[in-house]
Each structure stands twice: as structure tokens, then as C-alpha cells.
């Protein structure tokens, strides 16, 4: 994947509902400037920028990076948008390797973002278009068929969609980040949150938040010579396919399997659940976490909701492949940035500096995003050695 | 750095109101077109590109729908930018140069300007809590760029004017062209003004359209394509956006990406330029360093067809398709988005 890359800083904004404390740019420049805080640079040394969110109805700006420009310390400098649905965030960390990779530029700002409270997302990505059936399902309308064609293939029980929320929100607790702080949360609360989209119930649902997430990513050089420890990206790959087409399998999409692949061939991972140390994964419904570990193949066919079920999953109750211990997109999900967060905490883990949630000694992990009607999928895998 | 050269490019006509056929629709027959002057099956293609606009669409997600028309089974390795697709080939420049397996790539762009009404649509494209309740729509934004030019003595309206009606005239041998003509200087200044010193030649039409390139590295570019334009250079930059803090008689970022994309090092045969309104024609010529023998947009460029979000992208088919042809050697592309020529792309393309 041509030069070695690296990403020696990150940061990252308190996520919440409403941040009525900063604007657009305040926002954007919250996490820009800790990424290059933690990175020991200043907004001079940044070659180039590489800007991701999700839809531009949410915040009502068409195309914004425009006008931030210079909040983004752009002025003179290559400004890059990239938009591929809710796998943005992670699209655009890989512009950004691909960037460095390519040899064009050697030390690129990655940021995605989005500011969900300047608007309604269900109402922003469910408009009325002409000669359209209108679909004003959400994300969560869209997604619960799907759920419910992996509970009826798989037999899991009723519970493992709680469990994961219980789990993602107890991780959630310990990343000063997170936007959903709940220590009184009990499974038997999740349990009786309203049924939204049966079988997806309010507690199993991401919220809706504010939020910017950025790294520094560098070449081989930089990275060699940087005082914040690096995390080098041992791969990175995207897969596309259509929303709707006949026989295509949506509980188990064919983009996500050969994304997967691709991206473990690059890195070396030959099994994931036991290569990786940890992984940060795009669950924005609890279901999701047991159908990704069969997609990602850490676990058999109809078989990862018993990885759920044991707490395979959990870092609290010491599973052997935690994922999401950031609280992930369950507890946090500012959809441009989400993908974004996976990647930089995967990154975080690898380089040690994950904090309360740091999985021990962690040397390799994943990182992973996806989006549109399960079709769009991105991924990266980081280590705390050289490719 | 790996030899990347554009081998094929096609493009839909450009009309006024496309009342028939969606975005997508439109797309298709486009890109079955492209493929085929490539020699190339859907399926030979490593990487896709887009680049459209949610808004221009009144949708969210709109290019999801669009993929449909290139047909993205099996899964395939695919990006979009919310810009002019211009930037859309760039990120396949960048794959291309960092991945060796990525020998072909396939750029889109799309945009049906009449779903609504375009001057006002992009006044959200302004800061939001201080210009976009101003409404200050583009032709107003690009008026006020016109009257800074005449004010510094640097163009007059019949400048202007010469700029429209060479466009018009070139773009009669365009069988794409939506607007052409043969029109005098006086002709021209006899209209009313839309926006003064702005009058409806000054400005672009409203255009639906879409367009496709495909780029091919080293010897499969050869091997496909008998006289491939390669990518010499390229570069894209960015100012700020208020104008009431920049020099509206320049486009700093177009002049850098000029000098970085090297546009100096030899003679320019033609060159498109995104002058969306025709006083940034004159800001262009100066800023890429533009010689007075060089034949600027031989397409018409951007007043015989605007099909936004790939209108920059076609400056680039229009510049490979006459250098492929034989009928250019060096060419630059030019692409550009925001108020006033806010960010800018500068390409040359080579036959050689």
C-alpha cells in the first residue's frame, strides 16, 4: 500500500447531545488542535487536510469545508471533502494514509465531524423526493428487518441485543469522551426502553451527538522521529456495493467479507480473534455487534452472538477479543465522525494511550466503519510495530 | 511517482431541464460509453470515484442511487467527494500512486441543477451564522469580483464580453454544447444586466448533465490507448472563503496549484478553464500564467454547458479528448469550487 504511515496524534471533543458552546469551526478546531497537541506539531507543519462527514442536510451547510477553511488552517494549503455515507469517518482516515502513502504529502490532518443538533437526523436523512417512496424509517426503521433476518437465521435469544448495549454503555464509563455516561444503566432498563423498530429498542440504539474527531497521520520519516508514540497502519480497505439487488445478503453483506479479507491479507491477520488485541467496530444498533463478528470472521455463521453471550466481547468480564471498549457508536455518534473514532481509538489502543479503556498491551487492532443500507464499508488495521 | 494518463472520457449533452431521466439515468449510457472508448469492462475497473452535491440533489445520499448506474457487484473498491469531480479523479490519482494494483480507475460526476434554483441553493454554501442570512446569492458574489477588476483598471465589461463571445463561438463545434453562437462584443453589451457589471452572458447556464473519465497507469494506459494524456502535474489548493477578506482581483490558490501542477515548464497548446463567470477567465489566464497563444477553452468551456459537480471534471475530459486525438500536446485543466474562485485544481496533460 505504498509508503509506511503512522498516526502519531489524536483528538477528540467531548461528545454530547448539544455543544451550543462552540460553532462549526470552535467544534472542528476542539479536536484539530489536541490531535496536534498530542502530536507535538503546530497548524504550520500540516501539509494538507483531508475533512469528512456524513450528509450535509444535518447542519444545513452545503459543502462546509469551504467556508472552514481557515478554521482549518487551510489558507494556501490542499483542503480534501470526502463523503461515502455513515463510513465516512473512516473513508477519510484512508484518503489521508493514501495521501501520505502516495508520497504527494507527509504529515495530513485527518478530521471527521458532524454537529447533529443543528438539526433532526431521522427528518435530515429521510426527505420527501419526488417519484421516490418516501422512507421515513430512519436509520433504525432501515436496519430492523435486517436484525430480525440474523435473529430468526441465527436462533439467538432475545437478550444478546441487550447485552451488547449493557456492555458498550459500561465501557463507555471509562472514556472521558463518551457521550452517554450512565453508571446506574441495568439490563432489566434496557430491557424495558420502548420498542422503537421491533426487535431494536431504545437502548439498543446510538444517540445522537456533537462532535470532531482528528488525527495526525505522517510518513515513515516523521513518524520515526516524533516524540508521541506512533501507530502504523498495516493496511487499509474500502468495498462498495448496491442498496438494493436481488439475492444480495444484507444480514451478511459480500462487500464487508472481501473488505475484511483485503485488509487482513495487507496487515498479515490470518485469525482475527486471535491476532487482533481488540477492536473498534460500527455498532449503531446492539444486533449489529454479533452480525459483524461473523462478517468480520471472528466468529462462525450463526455463531457470534455466543461470542456476545460469553462475554468473548466484554472488557469487564475479561473476553479474550474485547471490542469497542471506547463505548463505541452505542454510546457516542456524531455520524461523520463515528468512523473516524473507531479508527483513532483502534490507533489509540496500539499506541497506549487509550487510558481507563486501554486493553493491556495491546499490539494490533482493527478498526472499521460502515454505512448506506449495510453496503459501504471501511476498515484499517494498526500496530504498535512497523509493517 | 507512477505515469497516470486520462484514456477515455465521455459525457451526456447538455440540456437545459432534463425532465425524463433521473441522475442516474442520465449516468448510465455515460459510462458504458466511456468504458467502451477504454476497451474496458465494468469489471476491469480497480477503483471509482465520485463527486456530487446532496443539496443540488434535495437528498441525502444522493450518489448511493448513483452507483447503481456503474453497477457495484461484485463489491468494489468505490469513494465519493461532496465536490466537483474533479477532485473525485484526484483521489484516483492518490490511489493509483499508492497502491500499484490500482492499474485503472473510473471518475464520475453528476448534477441536475434544474431541480431547483441553483443562485439561491448555493447561498448555503456561505458561513451560516453570518453570510447566508445575508442571501448573497453567486451572481451577486461574482459581481462584485467583476467590479473589482474594472475598479483596479484591470477589465472592462467588453472584456467581459470578449470572453463570452469567444466561449459561444467555440463551443459551435461542440456537439455536447447547450448554449453557442456567433455574437459581437456590442451584440452582447447591449443586454441587460443581471447583476451589474454581470449580464446573462457573463454568467454560466443552468445545465443537467453527467460525465465520465477513465484513467489508466503506465503500460496498461498504453496498451489501451494509443496516445494516452498523461497526468504531468497536478495540484489543488484552497483560500479563504469570506470575500470581504480576500483580493477578489486574485486567486492565490489557483496561482500555487498553477506553479505546483509546473503549467510553466513548456508551452500550453489549450487550456479549459472553470470560469464559472467570465471575469474569473481573465483572473485565471493570469494566475495559471497563461501564454496569449494558448487556445482557451476550445470546448466553449463553462458558458456552452454547466452540468455542476462535474463541470470541472469535464475541463479535464475536454483537454485528454484533443490531446488524445492529436490535436493538442500540452494542455492545462482547470476545476474550481466555492465563491469567487475560492479553491482551485491546475492539471497539465501530456501526449508525450
Not at chain 1, 471527521?112 to 435530515?124: D, F, R
Not at chain 2, 500512486?97 to 471518475?107: F, M, R, Y
Not at chain 2, 462535474?310 to 485528454?320: C, I, N, Y
Request: a neutral charge; glycine letters at 10%; charged letters at 20%.
Amino acid at each position: 500500500m505504498g509508503r509506511r504511515c503512522a498516526v502519531i496524534g489524536i483528538g477528540q471533543t467531548k461528545y454530547m447531545d448539544r455543544n451550543l458552546a462552540v460553532s462549526h469551526r470552535g467544534l472542528i478546531r476542539d479536536a484539530a488542535n489536541k490531535a496536534l497537541a498530542d502530536a507535538k506539531m503546530t497548524w504550520q507543519d500540516i501539509d494538507c487536510i483531508v475533512i469528512g462527514k456524513a450528509p450535509d442536510t444535518i447542519e444545513g451547510v452545503m459543502m462546509p469545508e469551504l467556508y472552514l477553511a481557515d478554521a482549518l488552517g487551510a489558507q494556501g494549503k490542499p483542503l480534501f471533502r470526502v463523503h461515502t455515507a455513515g463510513s465516512v469517518g473512516g473513508s477519510t482516515a484512508i484518503v489521508g494514509t493514501k495521501m501520505v502513502a502516495s508520497g504527494v504529502h507527509d504529515r495530513v490532518l485527518v478530521i471527521g465531524w458532524q454537529k447533529q443538533s443543528e438539526s433532526q437526523a431521522t427528518w435530515a436523512l429521510s426527505p420527501r423526493i419526488p417519484f421516490q417512496p418516501p422512507l421515513t424509517a430512519g436509520a433504525g426503521g432501515f436496519f430492523a428487518p435486517h436484525v430480525r433476518a440474523y435473529i430468526r437465521q441465527s436462533n439467538a435469544p432475545d437478550h444478546i441485543g441487550i447485552k451488547v448495549a449493557y456492555k458498550d454503555r459500561k465501557h463507555a464509563l471509562k472514556n472521558p469522551y463518551a457521550h452517554l455516561h450512565q453508571p446506574d444503566l441495568t439490563l432489566e432498563a434496557i430491557k424495558n426502553s420502548p420498542m422503537l423498530w421491533d426487535p431494536i429498542r431504545f437502548g439498543e440504539t446510538c444517540p445522537s451527538s456533537d462532535g470532531a474527531c482528528a488525527m495526525v497521520i505522517v510518513s515513515e520519516k516523521y513518524a520515526d522521529r516524533s516524540a508521541s508514540p506512533p501507530a502504523w497502519i498495516h493496511g487499509t480497505a474500502w468495498r462498495s456495493e448496491p442498496t438494493i439487488m436481488a439475492g444480495r445478503d444484507q444480514v451478511n453483506p459480500l462487500g464487508g467479507r472481501e473488505c475484511a479479507k483485503d485488509v487482513y491479507r495487507q496487515a498479515g491477520v490470518t485469525n482475527p480473534r486471535k491476532d487482533f488485541d481488540c477492536a473498534e467496530i460500527y455498532v449503531p444498533f446492539s444486533w449489529f455487534e454479533p452480525m459483524w463478528l461473523e462478517n468480520l470472521g471472528f466468529a462462525e455463521r450463526g455463531e457470534g452472538w455466543k461470542l456476545t453471550d460469553k462475554g468473548a466481547t466484554s472488557l469487564d468480564e475479561g473476553g479474550d477479543i474485547p471490542w469497542n471498549c471506547s463505548g463505541g457508536v452505542l454510546s457516542s455518534n456524531p455520524i461523520g465522525a463515528s468512523g473516524t473514532i473507531r479508527f483513532a481509538e483502534a490507533a489509540m489502543q496500539v499506541r497506549g494511550t487509550a487510558g481507563e479503556h486501554q486493553v493491556e498491551g495491546a499490539k494490533l487492532a482493527l478498526g472499521h466503519a460502515y454505512g448506506g443500507g449495510s453496503q459501504f464499508f471501511a476498515m484499517w488495521v494498526v500496530g504498535s510495530k512497523k509493517p | 511517482m507512477r505515469d497516470i494518463a486520462i484514456i477515455a472520457f465521455a459525457q451526456s449533452a447538455n440540456k437545459r431541464n432534463e425532465q425524463i431521466y433521473n441522475e442516474a439515468e442520465i449516468l448510465a449510457p455515460v459510462a458504458r460509453e466511456a468504458l467502451q472508448k477504454a476497451g474496458l469492462k465494468k469489471e476491469e475497473i480497480d477503483f471509482t470515484c465520485s463527486g456530487s452535491s446532496d443539496y443540488l440533489a434535495g437528498q441525502p445520499f444522493s450518489f448511493v442511487i448513483a452507483l447503481n448506474a456503474i453497477g457495484a457487484w461484485p463489491p468494489i473498491q468505490e469513494s465519493h467527494v461532496e465536490a466537483d469531480a474533479a477532485w473525485a479523479l484526484y483521489e484516483c490519482w492518490i490511489a493509483m500512486q499508492a497502491d500499484e494494483s490500482i492499474n485503472t480507475s473510473l471518475v464520475y460526476g453528476f448534477g441536475k441543477q434544474s431541480m431547483g434554483s441553483p443562485r439561491d441553493v448555493m447561498n448555503i454554501l456561505n458561513d451560516p451564522y453570518v453570510e447566508t442570512p445575508l442571501w448573497c446569492d453567486t451572481i451577486s458574489m461574482a459581481a462584485l469580483q467583476g467590479r473589482a477588476l474594472i475598479d483596479a483598471g484591470l477589465a472592462t465589461e467588453r472584456d467581459f464580453a470578449a470572453v463570452a463571445a469567444r466561449n459561444l463561438k467555440h463551443a459551435k463545434s461542440n456537439p455536447k454544447a447547450q448554449c453557442k453562437g456567433d455574437f459581437t462584443v456590442d451584440e452582447l453589451l447591449r443586454s441587460p444586466t443581471l447583476a451589474s457589471p454581470l449580464r446573462k452572458h457573463d454568467c454560466p447556464p443552468i445545465t443537467d448533465g453527467a460525465c465520465v473519465v477513465i484513467l489508466a497507469a503506465g503500460d496498461t494506459a498504453k496498451k489501451l490507448c494509443k496516445r494516452p494524456a498523461w497526468i504531468r502535474g497536478i495540484d489543488h489548493r484552497i483560500d479563504v472563503q469570506a470575500i470581504g477578506r480576500r483580493d477578489l482581483t486574485r486567486a492565490p490558490s489557483a496561482q500555487i496549484a498553477a506553479e505546483k501542477a509546473g503549467v510553466g515548464a513548456g508551452k500550453v497548446d489549450i487550456a479549459e478553464l472553470h470560469a464559472l463567470f467570465t471575469p474569473q477567465d481573465i483572473i485565471l489566464r493570469k494566475e495559471l500564467g497563461l501564454a496569449s497563444d494558448c487556445v482557451i477553452n476550445p470546448s466553449g468551456g463553462v458558458h456552452q454547458g454547466n452540468p455542476m459537480m462535474g463541470t470541472g471534471l469535464v475541463r479535464f475530459g475536454e483537454v485528454a479528448d484533443r490531446i488524445i486525438r492529436g490535436e493538442a500536446n500540452r494542455g492545462v485543466a482547470h476545476a474550481t469550487q466555492g465563491p469567487c474562485l475560492q479553491q482551485n485544481m491546475v492539471a497539465v496533460l501530456e501526449g508525450k
